[in-house]
């Protein structure tokens, strides 16, 4: 028998960050999750410090996680967060957490990190979060620029290809291309989390751009390349009628985005 999920809401949010300032920027999140009204919110690449890649690592059970928490337990949200993280034998990542009301954990770790971040190492391989029935397909951000980790993921069972990502505004057409080659290779839908605002490594304008497509190639949700935005988009096993995409506003002051800058070559 036929069993059909039911659809999923996700939202992609792009708020102020302040740099190394991780309780000012859990409290943007958490107030994001409370703005989007959605089953899950995914935020750019090392959301949680800015792109500062000297920040210090941060644990599962940090207790400036607490607000993201507390927002996720209030409204059955499952948060996708961007932090520098302890791994094994001393080695550090550029990570994913899952944050939902029970706590947070290390979802995915960045697999093509850039000889820029060689304080970081390279994560293990693809990984695949379950929501609801609905496979999320992890990556952040150079990630995306390579078919063979996308294609990995979906050999997992991939119905989402969710990527946190950091553009400089000159790049901002580069989420979009590759959400389009993902679209055209795998035939799912894409969810990405564009930071916005300005940040370190030279990301003095942010793209921002936040977007969902269907797996049509559509554009379901996107925001522009301010911060303090949130998109958000109802997915529906195919066969049924997508549902409007809908865009929300973030309070002022409240997110921030990530960006990856050509000129750096992180791209």
């Known amino acids: 028998m036929l069993v059909h999920r039911q659809p999923l809401v996700i939202a992609v949010a792009?708020?102020?960050?302040?740099?190394?300032?991780?309780?000012?920027?859990?409290?943007?999140?958490?107030?994001?999750?409370?703005?989007?009204h959605a089953r899950v919110v995914v935020f750019p690449e090392l959301s949680l410090t800015g792109y500062e890649l000297d920040a210090p690592a941060i644990t599962e059970d940090d207790p400036r996680l607490a607000p993201i928490?507390?927002?996720?337990?209030?409204?059955?949200?499952?948060?996708?967060?961007?932090?520098?993280?302890?791994?094994?034998?001393?080695?550090?990542?550029?990570?994913?957490?899952?944050?939902?009301?029970?706590?947070?954990?290390?979802?995915y770790r960045k697999v093509h990190v850039h000889e820029s971040e060689e304080r970081f190492?390279?994560?293990?391989?693809?990984?695949?979060?379950?929501?609801?029935?609905?496979?999320?397909?992890?990556?952040?951000?150079?990630?995306?620029?390579?078919?063979?980790?996308d294609a990995a993921t979906a050999a997992l069972g991939m119905d989402v290809y969710v990527a946190s990502v950091l553009d400089h505004a000159r790049d901002a057409h580069v989420p979009a291309e590759r959400a389009q080659r993902v679209i055209a290779d795998r035939g799912v839908w894409?969810?990405?989390?564009?930071f916005a605002g300005s940040t370190g490594g030279g990301f003095d304008q942010a793209a921002g751009g936040s977007a969902v497509w269907a797996p049509d190639g559509g554009v379901l949700?996107?925001?522009?390349?301010?911060?303090?935005?949130i998109v958000r988009a109802t997915l529906r096993d195919l066969g049924g009628a997508p549902a409007p995409a809908t865009s929300t506003a973030a309070p002022a002051g409240q997110i921030t985005a990530a960006t990856e800058d050509q000129s750096t070559g992180r791209t």
């Open 69 to 107: 928490v507390k927002a996720c337990a209030e409204t059955g949200a499952t948060a996708l967060v961007g932090a520098p993280v302890q791994g094994e034998a001393g080695r550090e990542h550029i990570a994913m957490l899952a944050v939902d009301g029970n706590g947070a954990r290390v979802a």
């Open 14 to 36: 792009q708020p102020p960050i302040i740099a190394y300032d991780v309780v000012a920027n859990a409290a943007e999140h958490a107030e994001a999750v409370r703005a989007a």
């Open 221 to 229: 949700a996107q925001a522009g390349p301010e911060a303090g935005k």
């Open 121 to 149: 190492s390279p994560g293990d391989g693809p990984a695949v979060l379950d929501v609801d029935g609905w496979r999320l397909g992890l990556a952040i951000c150079r990630d995306t620029r390579f078919a063979e980790h």
């Open 190 to 194: 894409v969810a990405t989390a564009s």
